[in-house]
């Protein structure tokens, strides 16, 4: 079964730094991956998908996510970090075969803090 | 704006009540989904519908029981809930269970007294 870790629950920079979060995961075959934010009393977006066309993937608000098979990472990133990039990020891979297709797992999330 | 539409946002509701979630989508997707998410927690998923079956059930309690009435819409019947059933409930859609994006609905707020 697949897996997915996240380093750090919480993630603290400064407004104009960069944004760095980081996903491992655990997959015996090549995964689809995702990277999904959830801002207070909502549900989640998804900022971008990895589905094994390039492993840099661009997503949406500036963040983009590089796939490593050899260290089995999936961090996402943004050059420049904004006050209202602070939410909580949800790592999830897709569960590829068996009765249990298509369901996401997730990693246990980071929240993000920007300070001015 | 999501396109995934959940009502109603919040609930509170007492053990012995009954009482529906109701989660709605216009994208044509033919996968849908409950989770509940604890907070500070990652969502868990409870069920799974594909083509209007139900496909997936996480062992969820029998308290809750989901429906799919037409591809469009998903329910969730709520029925004697215990205190620890508080939670957000979130809906999803994808366009099949194959690797594809979920898009999540703001959620139902449950507060069980």
Request: proline share 6%; with cysteine; hydrophobic share 35%.
């Amino acid at each position: 079964a697949q897996s997915v870790t996240q380093l750090g629950s919480h993630v603290s920079v400064s407004e104009g730094a960069l944004v760095l979060l980081r996903c491992n995961y655990s997959s015996s075959v090549p995964p689809y991956l995702f990277w999904y934010v959830q801002y207070p009393n909502q549900g989640l977006q998804l900022l971008l998908k990895y589905t094994s066309a390039a492993t840099l993937v661009k997503g949406i608000n500036g963040f983009e996510a590089e796939f490593k098979k050899s260290e089995t990472s999936f961090h996402l990133t943004k050059p420049s970090a904004h006050m209202s990039d602070a939410a909580e990020y949800f790592c999830a891979v897709s569960d590829l075969g068996g009765t249990s297709y298509g369901k996401l797992t997730f990693g246990q999330g980071t929240i993000l803090t920007v300070h001015p | 704006d999501t396109e995934v539409t959940q009502t109603p946002k919040h609930l509170v509701m007492g053990m012995t009540n009954k009482k529906s979630l109701k989660c709605e989508q216009h994208m044509g997707h033919r996968a849908m989904y409950w989770y509940k998410q604890k907070a500070k927690k990652p969502p868990e998923l409870m069920f799974v519908y594909s083509y209007e079956k139900l496909s997936i059930n996480e062992s969820v309690p029998s308290r809750f029981s989901p429906e799919c009435p037409n591809s469009s819409l998903l329910n969730l019947h709520l029925h004697a809930l215990q205190p620890e059933d508080s939670a957000l409930y979130l809906c999803a859609s994808s366009q099949d269970t194959f690797y594809q994006p979920q898009h999540f609905g703001d959620g139902t707020r449950l507060s069980i007294l």
